[in-house]
């Protein structure tokens, strides 16, 4: 039975496990994990996951950014979405993504950012089924590495 929900500090171990899928090179070490998570429950910042067993199997990350424009509705960023390759195409994703969704609702957001490396071509599909326009902005980063 797979349930859906925040996840929590003692799931780290898991989802480190499954970010390997995503950026197999940049994983970083438990402790290192419990740190940043430190950090993370003092920001606007849940992390959402669906679990089988215990392991965790598809997750992403809402961060909620107050806003001074729109009434002074926040805005929501998702990044770090990712289900398990066993998993994908059976909806687990999706109801991830639509829980994030609500929680940003929830929490007077008047729009959730998502971005998407261009090359996952795979991926966009999927993000557009949601909702998702890839065509209503034009996304630019700097790399500070």
């Known amino acids: 039975m ?15 496990e499954l970010y390997q899928q995503l950026n197999a090179d940049e994983v970083i070490d438990e402790m290192t ?7 993370i429950k003092k920001r606007e910042i849940q992390y959402f996951a669906a679990r089988e067993n215990g392991k965790i199997i598809a997750s992403c990350y809402l961060c909620i950014i107050p806003n ?6 926040s805005i929501g960023f998702i ?3 990712i289900t ?18 609500q929680y940003a609702r929830a929490n007077n ?4 950012l998502l971005q998407s490396g261009r090359e ?3 991926a966009h599909p999927f993000y557009e089924t949601i909702g998702f326009d890839g065509e209503s902005k034009k ?6 590495d």
């Open 79 to 81: 990044e770090n979405v």
């Open 84 to 101: 398990d390759i066993k998993y994908r195409r059976k909806g687990i994703g999706k109801a991830v993504m639509e829980n994030a969704i």
């Open 33 to 39: 994990a419990r740190n940043v998570w430190e950090n």
């Open 139 to 144: 996304a630019f980063e700097l790399r500070l």
């Open 109 to 112: 957001c008047y729009k959730v």
């Open 120 to 122: 996952r071509t795979e």
């Open 68 to 73: 001074l424009t729109r009434g002074g509705r």
């Open 2 to 16: 797979i349930e859906y929900g925040l996840l929590r500090e003692s799931d780290l171990p898991s989802l480190l």
